[in-house]
């Protein structure tokens, strides 16, 4: 296996996009990409594209990254489309990652891209419910918002934690993803203006839920040897990728992180990269609900079982603590085009790595070396009472 | 990058399968590939699930793979869902064997899995037009049929090829698909039947075009070191694994193989194996529609440009000619459930090289020593007058 770099990042804003077609948001993320890699189009020799739902909501199966790559004016070499659910972008990531590393290719782009919005809601809604397994919830009135809400419950009932604190999370969040000019909601949100938002499902209210949007973001890998060739930019190195699925958790115990898809993927990337959770400078998490985010702090093992509710409480994880999670201001202030989440969270790493954050910029556990370590944790679906597919990648700036 | 085996091999049967669903159909390939490889379940590192329409026809999108395999009893495990239009089974294929390559792991399997029949056609006929790009074709009255059919008569045009050799096509797949126990038809044509069956559009004929199917086939890769130690079948290795995309091809030309998708993935594939089309002893070929093999031959380097006819008339890709193709019956016979081809060949294949092919086996170039080299040639959809995504495996009997 050899060592991979990240050339260049690109993103198409997250929002709502009733003019631009999938092609469109693609090739807006794939030539950021390259333009920020310094290579050109031609130099890419495999692409992989991560979607989800443009089966369902445009009617593109099939060869979707196909359609994009194309239009974007790459032709002939190898795309492969990859789904995961929610962690379909990291999962584009990924096996770009594994085809350079593997030392079959020397540049690669991943493309995540996802267009939600169609002016049909409830399409748009019965898409994302694919995220489970439809035999066994599609009968049920099951939806990710219910499903996280019971769980949410469960959590606060077992480790006492308070409305209010999931309601700080998006505090946090809406902060940070106002100084992000890439994120779809720029106006930060009050602990009030959390609680008293439309209630979705107790606890859940309006702003505790991530939003649909349209966006896309793409990464260019290459081969150390290539990047110190070719690459212009400090080079950010692919520490660790790890990816898993849920396990059998039938019973209905009250949630947990012991065991669970989240904790796995951490221990594996952990142990592939070498460090632990106190060596990280900066982690973009999945917070698709802001309960989520809580017991994504565990999963990581930044805290111990149901102390979450501390790191949010004591402002650690705040751009400015010790431990910054989702600078980019989340799901909760970018949206969440579920193909597209994967390669936003990658862009927005990078740009941290680098020093390129600007406003939002973290200052690292050394501030004088800036940020070493940067981690992103991308969770697609449910399936056992767990996440479906769940998605780890510890990125390191040599 | 590392030597991998393919140690096991299963299908589902391809047919007509109302009773079961697309878990049943994965269950029982992934199960056979298995039980053949001689390994446990517990024994898999990493899952790629091959599938094309699922989420239109089934409403299953998102996490196909994930439901699949946790229904066979593999959890945990890294789990990626794959799709390249027809060409979804090989992409499968090829990305499990680049993880076990890579060094990553050392045991993978891949599924391709299709549920077409519905009892709505309509519908199956509109989830497998999304193989080509539907901004472009949608509102065109386009459909697979009507562009083999358009292609078939620029190539008839070109290359003087008459019906009656695309008709031989099927009477030599046909003939081998009655023996084949996996297969949708056992039925033999003759020119005549092919010939005086329903016309779909001009030159193909119903038996000309391969039809719809529900099945599955799976394949347990691994490492030569794992294999050595554990796999106790003869040992076939993948000698070559290319993929790629359409190119520009905007001219309304006369089809032509020069530079085409399926000329470049073999060519490519050649160069990695180290052999030319000279060495192959069986080939499992794409035969979506029946003039597609004949343009097959020629994309392989068979035979020159339009010279395809010339092998058929002479009877040389027959089981016992001296260049044996689809001895499984083709898509012809096999019906074509779009993810799931590319794995029924690779299957297909590897029994032809273990000598467990039964009454379909073909003898190899030296029949004192067997069959040594096979070729898998699978496409996926169209994009540009040209396959959208082309793939190409060359396995090798060590």
């Given at each position: 296996m050899r060592d991979v770099f990240?050339?260049?990042?690109?993103?198409?804003?997250?929002?709502?996009?009733?003019?631009?077609?999938?092609?469109?948001?693609?090739?807006?993320?794939?030539?950021?990409?390259?333009?920020?890699?310094?290579?050109?189009?031609?130099?890419?020799?495999?692409?992989?594209?991560?979607?989800?739902?443009?089966?369902?909501?445009?009617?593109?199966?099939?060869?979707?990254?196909?359609?994009?790559?194309?239009?974007a004016g790459i032709s002939q070499i190898p795309v492969t489309n990859v789904e995961n659910a929610c962690a379909s972008g990291a999962t584009a990531f990924r096996e770009a990652w594994l085809s350079v590393a593997s030392g079959l290719y020397d540049v690669a782009i991943a493309l995540g891209v996802e267009k939600l919005f169609c002016n049909d809601t409830p399409k748009t809604m019965a898409a994302i419910a694919t995220a489970a397994d439809t035999e066994i919830v599609s009968d049920t009135g099951w939806s990710?918002?219910?499903?996280?809400a019971l769980n949410a419950r469960m959590y606060m009932e077992k480790y006492d934690v308070t409305q209010t604190q999931f309601a700080k999370v998006v505090v946090k969040n809406t902060k940070n993803g106002a100084l992000n000019p890439h994120a779809q909601f720029h106006t930060p949100r009050t602990v009030e203006e959390v609680l008293n938002s439309r209630e979705i499902s107790y606890p859940l209210t309006l702003y505790m839920c991530s939003a649909i949007g349209d966006g896309a973001g793409a990464a260019v890998l290459c081969s150390k040897k290539y990047a110190e060739k070719h690459a212009p930019k400090p080079r950010v190195?692919?520490?660790?990728?790890?990816?898993?699925?849920a396990g059998f958790r039938n019973d209905p115990k009250p949630p947990t992180v012991d065991g669970s898809a989240g904790q796995r993927a951490a221990q594996a990337a952990y142990a592939q990269a070498g460090i632990g959770p106190k060596d990280l400078d900066v982690i973009e998490l999945h917070d698709a609900f802001a309960p989520?985010?809580?017991?994504?702090y565990e999963e990581l093992g930044l805290c111990a079982d149901g102390e979450g509710k501390i790191l949010i409480d004591e402002g650690r994880t705040e751009i400015s603590g010790d431990i910054p999670v989702n600078p980019s201001g989340g799901l909760a202030s970018k949206g969440h085009p579920v193909g597209?989440?994967?390669?936003?969270?990658?862009?927005?790493?990078?740009?941290?790595?680098?020093?390129?954050?600007?406003?939002?910029?973290?200052?690292?556990?050394?501030?004088?070396?800036?940020?070493?370590?940067?981690?992103?944790?991308?969770?697609?679906?449910?399936?056992?009472?767990?996440?479906?597919?769940?998605?780890?990648?510890?990125?390191?700036?040599?």
């Open positions: 990240v050339a260049g990042v690109g993103v198409h804003p997250f929002g709502k996009f009733f003019d631009r077609s999938l092609k469109d948001l693609g090739r807006t993320a794939i030539m950021a990409a390259v333009a920020d890699s310094g290579l050109e189009l031609k130099d890419i020799q495999v692409a992989y594209c991560g979607n989800a739902v443009g089966g369902l909501i445009l009617g593109q199966e099939s060869v979707r990254g196909q359609t994009v790559f194309l239009n990710f918002p219910t499903w996280y190195r692919v520490a660790a990728s790890a990816l898993v699925s989520a985010e809580l017991q994504g597209a989440t994967g390669l936003a969270q990658i862009a927005e790493l990078v740009w941290h790595l680098r020093g390129e954050a600007g406003q939002r910029q973290v200052p690292g556990k050394n501030p004088r070396r800036g940020p070493i370590w940067g981690l992103a944790h991308n969770g697609g679906g449910t399936m056992e009472g767990d996440a479906a597919s769940m998605a780890v990648h510890i990125l390191k700036r040599e």
